[in-house]
């Protein structure tokens, strides 16, 4: 069972990626009823800190000041969820789990919490195989949604689990169906991606599926990850003209958006066009992006730069960016295909 969540947070470059962290953080705070003044100075700054780091990918000076936080102020659910969201980006999904139920069980109604706590149950599941993770982790989301009706992002993630989950431990299109309806009566643009989604992997209709996708962009997106997803869809119909129609929308809503590099690099090597540029994109988004589960993953980007060495002749080059994306993320199969059948070409 493999099961990967969508992207809660949209990457705008540091100063608007820590704007959108803060006002994640907000919400949290709003849905439990605090604010940051009924902080105590010293442990409140060290909380701003930390979101700081993480918002660099810097996920061990991030725990040490939230552990600071904690020994301050045991009962800060907010330290205790960030803890978690910290733990879940470097796969530590155990630690991530504990902290995310400390977190809930200090702000229980709080939806933002118990998503992210059945994000961190979903993870372990798809790693460990474990249908006693992957129950719980469909409980926690129909708790979030449950909490707050309006969290379109946790029945995304409700719909999404009910898509790839097998049914043995709740998958079903009929309830992904619901919560696809749910998502239109609040916002109808999100409607349509959530549609759209249910229409590829439930039905098996890409047609139906591209006509959701083409109805979101026409309202005009606000969020960039909405392009992006739309934008994948047409990478994996292999639509490469719209693919990059849709990053050139997608540019003039924010055209620093890291996330442009590697997309705009990945349709370039697929085309076998300007793979100079399709080389300095990669490049550059992995040496000036955190490796986090909101983003495209640094293994996918060595992997792309692979497939571009090969495209270019250079096995040996590509051997090594391939080895660097499994070394990354062990369960690539493509990554692990690829640098096969170039090792036994080498003997």
């Given at each position: 069972m493999r099961l990967s969540f969508r992207k809660p947070l949209v990457a705008l470059g540091t100063t608007l990626l820590l704007a959108t962290i803060s006002s994640l953080v907000d919400r949290a705070r709003a849905v439990a009823g605090v604010t940051r003044d009924s902080a105590g100075a010293d442990w409140s700054a060290l909380l701003e800190a930390a979101e700081h780091q993480f918002g660099r990918g810097n996920y061990a000076s991030a725990i040490a000041a939230l552990r600071s936080v904690i020994s301050q102020n045991p009962l800060s659910a907010e330290a205790f969820y960030w803890l978690g969201r910290c733990y879940f980006e470097i796969h530590d999904y155990d630690n991530a789990i504990s902290h995310g139920e400390k977190s809930v069980s200090l702000e229980p109604n709080n939806s933002v919490f118990k998503q992210w706590l059945g994000r961190s149950y979903g993870a372990k599941a798809d790693r460990d195989k474990s249908f006693f993770a992957a129950r719980k982790a469909k409980k926690q989301f129909e708790e979030a949604v449950g909490a707050d009706p309006s969290n379109v992002d946790a029945r995304r993630d409700l719909e999404q689990f009910c898509l790839?989950?097998?049914?043995?431990?709740?998958?079903?299109?009929?309830?992904?169906?619901?919560?696809?309806?749910?998502?239109?009566?609040?916002?109808?643009?999100?409607?349509?991606?959530?549609?759209?989604?249910?229409?590829?992997?439930?039905?098996?209709?890409?047609?139906?599926?591209?006509?959701?996708?083409?109805?979101?962009?026409?309202?005009?997106?606000?969020?960039?990850?909405?392009?992006?997803?739309?934008?994948?869809?047409?990478?994996?119909?292999?639509?490469?003209?719209?693919?990059?129609?849709?990053?050139?929308?997608?540019?003039?809503?924010?055209?620093?958006?890291?996330?442009?590099?590697?997309?705009?690099?990945?349709?370039?090597?697929?085309?076998?066009?300007?793979?100079?540029?399709?080389?300095?994109?990669?490049?550059?988004?992995?040496?000036?992006?955190?490796?986090?589960?909101?983003?495209?993953?640094?293994?996918?980007?060595?992997?792309?730069?692979?497939?571009?060495?090969?495209?270019?002749?250079?096995?040996?080059?590509?051997?090594?960016?391939?080895?660097?994306?499994?070394?990354?993320?062990?369960?690539?199969?493509?990554?692990?295909?690829?640098?096969?059948?170039?090792?036994?070409?080498?003997?």
């Open positions: 790839e989950a097998p049914w043995i431990v709740g998958g079903s299109n009929d309830e992904a169906h619901a919560q696809a309806v749910a998502i239109a009566k609040i916002d109808p643009e999100q409607g349509f991606m959530a549609s759209g989604m249910f229409d590829e992997q439930a039905l098996n209709r890409p047609d139906l599926a591209e006509n959701d996708y083409r109805q979101a962009l026409s309202a005009k997106p606000r969020q960039m990850d909405d392009y992006f997803d739309v934008a994948a869809f047409f990478e994996r119909r292999n639509k490469l003209a719209d693919m990059m129609a849709t990053l050139d929308t997608a540019a003039r809503i924010n055209a620093n958006d890291p996330r442009l590099m590697i997309f705009r690099a990945e349709a370039m090597v697929m085309s076998g066009s300007d793979l100079r540029d399709a080389e300095e994109y990669l490049k550059s988004y992995l040496a000036s992006t955190p490796n986090r589960s909101d983003w495209p993953p640094h293994a996918a980007a060595r992997e792309w730069l692979g497939r571009l060495y090969e495209a270019q002749g250079k096995r040996a080059e590509a051997a090594e960016q391939y080895r660097a994306s499994l070394e990354l993320d062990p369960r690539r199969k493509t990554a692990r295909e690829r640098l096969d059948s170039l090792e036994k070409f080498a003997r």
